[in-house]
């Protein structure tokens, strides 16, 4: 079974290249797609957050990982499976981000923390609701805590 | 540009129709298709959520939405655009559901509250991370806290 999807929007940023984890204060724009109106955002500015599904257009379909790798090629790092990582180089190439929602004006929307690069494909867009998000304490290994230390907007703002 | 999928695991529960709301207590199984072994999970399980991006194959194609309605059809809201609700009738036809992880065994997942049906084909599965749930305060519209106030568990347990 194949699943096709058409992109519905495409990331504007100044980003060609990945570097540095500073992602959470990064603006970027979202332009909707052909035959997609205005209308399909009409109320995501009640929202203070949306979810973006993105293929990460960039990775070579050769290059994705079905096994165990260590995050980041990062030797301090358990080996853990690509599907307990939220790596680019995984199956299907889908990146899923949640963003601050800065403006909407017309078939263009701007966002704030989202890690990808210009001219990235955009698959889909979802409002954040409350109670969509983790019920109960959240766990997770240390290696994670450790990957994701610079990822915030703390450092980048100060 | 067309992009193509191919689905990653199957769902396995007891839902062959959308019934209800009480999603987040229900427990599902997610196996694990060829190529991918267990592998794929392996470390999984040192977190205490997942988000599982799966592909709603009982919409068709032709019932997909690309304007604006009023979320479950409700008269008493407001209408709004597809994308900013999480309705299934939406272009790409993808769902993204953060679960539990009750279990892993093998290639088999067992998660809870995930609000897909038996037979859905997984495209994704990424741990949760605190780092990347909404920054800031959370806002969203009265319709909204409205259509989700039975998706949440409490009800369905006591």
Do not use: C
């Not at 790092?77 to 790596?87: F, N």
């Not at 210009?118 to 290696?143: N, S, Y």
């Amino acid at each position: 079974m194949m699943i096709s999807l058409s992109p519905i929007g495409t990331v504007k940023n100044n980003l060609q290249v990945i570097e540095g984890d500073n992602w959470d204060s990064r603006i970027s724009v979202i332009e909707l797609l052909d035959p997609l109106t205005d209308e399909a955002l009409h109320g995501l500015e009640d929202f203070s957050h949306a979810e973006v599904i993105f293929f990460f257009d960039r990775v070579d379909e050769n290059s994705v990982e079905t096994g165990v790798r260590q995050p980041r090629n990062n030797p301090n790092w358990p080996r853990v499976g690509i599907l307990a990582q939220r790596g680019k180089n995984r199956p299907n190439r889908l990146g899923a981000t949640i963003v601050r929602i800065i403006r909407l004006s017309g078939r263009t929307l701007t966002v704030q923390g989202l890690d990808a690069l210009d001219g990235t494909p955009v698959i889909d867009i979802k409002p954040v609701m409350r109670e969509f998000l983790p019920r109960g304490e959240i766990r997770q290994p240390a290696w994670a805590s450790e990957l994701m230390k610079d990822y915030r907007v703390d450092k980048d703002i100060k």
